[in-house]
């Protein structure tokens, strides 16, 4: 029997980090989702994970996941951005490298860690920096600095980012998630009751998620690949935030 465990504890991987690692591509795992006091645009959304304890970081902003993503061929804000963090990183790489000379042990264990993980992201983004042409051609509109109590705004700001990274060739794997709509949220207002028609505001919320994936869907299947379409070569699963009750363990997770 599966022991049951904290909501926010990480039990293991989930099926979208198996894709990702998989079906490699300069952005391996895009995870895009909601969170109310994330002022960076990035955080820990328990919904993906690499393994134990190993939850995968999601863009909250839209805006802040189209600097990072398309910022390459931005002429505007968003290339600063990206040539801000690009410097950064080589920054910390060559400051990793030059520490580690100096430390054994432990200590250089953790570093190296440290060090494949900038070295892996610096590969990743001379990937991304090689495909700009082909990025240029899907590349969404620079989204606005949404706020994060928009919900429909930044769900659908998500989807835009989901299409182009995947027509553009950067990711063949996408994690959406957002259960948080102006009609409701998933957890508190439909979960608890705090809502007046339950099953009302359940249905608009997933008649606006399922609206999104047909819109995904609508995007990929104009895009002609091999004897088909993207769309005839992709899978789409579409879940509840687990199969088991409220409040429940988490085992269940797909």
Not at 35 to 41: E, K, L, R
Not at 147 to 168: C, F, N, Q, W, Y
Request: glycine share 8%.
């Amino acid at each position: 029997q599966a022991k049951r465990r904290d909501s926010s504890e990480v039990g293991g991987q989930t099926v979208d980090s198996v894709l990702a690692h998989a079906f490699h591509r300069p952005v391996p795992h895009l995870c895009l989702g909601q969170a109310d006091n994330s002022p960076s645009g990035v955080a820990y959304v328990p919904a993906s994970a690499d393994g134990i304890n190993e939850p995968i970081p999601f863009f909250t902003k839209p805006a802040r996941a189209y600097k990072e993503l398309f910022g390459v061929i931005d002429a505007g804000a968003a290339r600063n951005t990206y040539d801000a963090h690009t410097d950064l990183l080589d920054s910390f790489v060559e400051d990793s490298k030059r520490v580690r000379a100096q430390v054994a042990g432990p200590e250089r264990e953790q570093l190296d860690r440290y060090l494949n993980a900038f070295e892996s992201i610096r590969r990743s983004r001379r990937e991304i920096e090689a495909m700009s042409e082909q990025m240029r051609k899907y590349a969404p509109d620079a989204p606005s600095d949404i706020k994060p109590t928009e919900r429909e705004a930044v769900a659908a700001g998500h989807a835009d980012i989901a299409i182009a990274a995947l027509l553009s060739g950067l990711t063949n794997v996408v994690t959406l998630q957002f259960d948080q709509l102006a009609s409701g949220s998933l957890h508190s207002g439909i979960g608890h009751g705090q809502v007046g028609d339950v099953i009302g505001a359940r249905r608009k919320v997933m008649g606006y998620q399922l609206g999104e994936v047909a819109r995904i869907a609508s995007a990929l299947a104009a895009v002609p690949e091999g004897d088909g379409t993207m769309l005839d070569n992709t899978v789409m699963i579409y879940t509840s935030n687990n199969g088991e009750t409220h409040h429940s363990s988490g085992v269940n997770w797909p």
